[in-house]
C-alpha cells in the first residue's frame, strides 16, 4: 500500500493497517426465504450507479471504437514480437501461459470460484446475508490491522472518490476469522476470509498480488 493510501486510511478510518487492499466478493446465492428473512432480508446486490456514473460511461462510450483499435494494434504488436522472439523467449512465455493455465486449473478444483461455503447458518453465511445491508457499493477497501479484519466502503455506491468517502461498514473482531491467500504458488488475485467454525468467503483483490497478498507472503516466511 503507498502511502498517500496508508495515509488516507488512518485518517478516514482511525487505523493502523498492516496491509489494505480493494476487493470485491462474487454473486451472492439466492438464499432460503426464511433464512433471508431472519437476517432483514437485507438486499444481495449492489446498487446501480448514480446519474453521475452513467454520465461518465455515456461520455467514455465513443471513445470505445478508438480504445478498440489500439487494442487491437497492440494484440498484432505482441504477436509480431513473439514471431521475432528468441527461442528462449518463447519458451518463457510458454512457461508464463503454463503457469496461468495451472493457477486457473486449481481455482476450480478448489472451488475457489465459489463465493462462499454454502452453509447460510455458519458465521461466513450469516455475514454475507449482511453484505450490502452495511454499504450497497460493489467494492471493500480490507484493512488488516492486528488481529482484526476491518471492512470499508463508502456508504453508498459511487463511481469516483471511493477512497474519500470511505468509513468502516464492518468488522471481524480478533479471534473469528483469518485472511489467507488460496494460492500462494501462483501470482493472484484470491483471497479467503475463513472463520472459526471452518465457513469461509472468497474475494478478489484489483491487483494481482496485492499489499494482502504481499504481507501475508512476508508474514509466512518469518
Not at 480490507?142 to 472518490?161: E, F, M, Q, W
Request: hydrophobic fraction near 40%; proline fraction near 6%.
Amino acid at each position: 500500500m503507498s502511502r498517500s493510501s496508508d495515509r488516507t486510511v488512518r485518517d478516514r478510518l482511525g487505523v493502523v493497517p498492516d496491509a489494505g487492499a480493494w476487493c470485491v466478493i462474487g454473486r451472492i446465492p439466492q438464499p432460503p426465504a426464511d433464512v433471508h428473512q431472519a437476517a432483514g432480508a437485507g438486499p444481495l446486490r449492489p446498487a446501480f450507479l448514480r446519474p453521475l456514473g452513467i454520465l461518465g460511461a455515456v461520455l467514455v462510450a465513443p471513445l470505445m471504437p478508438i480504445a478498440l483499435l489500439f487494442s487491437l494494434l497492440a494484440s498484432g504488436e505482441q504477436a509480431l514480437q513473439r514471431l521475432l522472439s528468441t527461442k528462449e523467449e518463447r519458451d518463457r512465455g510458454r512457461a508464463e501461459d503454463l503457469t496461468i493455465d495451472r493457477r486457473d486449473k486449481a481455482v476450480v478444483e478448489q472451488g475457489l470460484d465459489a463465493t462462499f461455503d454454502g452453509d447460510w447458518d455458519k458465521a461466513a453465511g450469516q455475514f454475507l446475508l449482511r453484505w450490502y445491508g452495511h454499504s450497497s457499493h460493489h467494492q471493500r477497501f480490507v484493512a488488516l490491522t492486528g488481529n482484526r479484519i476491518v471492512l470499508a466502503a463508502p456508504p453508498k455506491r459511487v463511481s469516483v472518490r471511493r477512497e474519500d468517502r470511505m468509513r468502516v461498514v464492518a468488522e471481524i473482531p480478533a479471534g473469528t476469522a483469518v485472511v489467507e491467500d488460496p494460492l500462494p504458488e501462483y501470482g493472484n488475485r484470491k483471497l479467503r476470509v475463513r472463520f472459526t467454525d471452518g465457513s469461509w468467503l472468497m474475494l478478489t483483490t484489483e491487483e494481482q498480488r496485492s499489499d494482502i497478498h504481499m504481507h501475508l507472503l512476508r508474514r509466512s516466511r518469518t
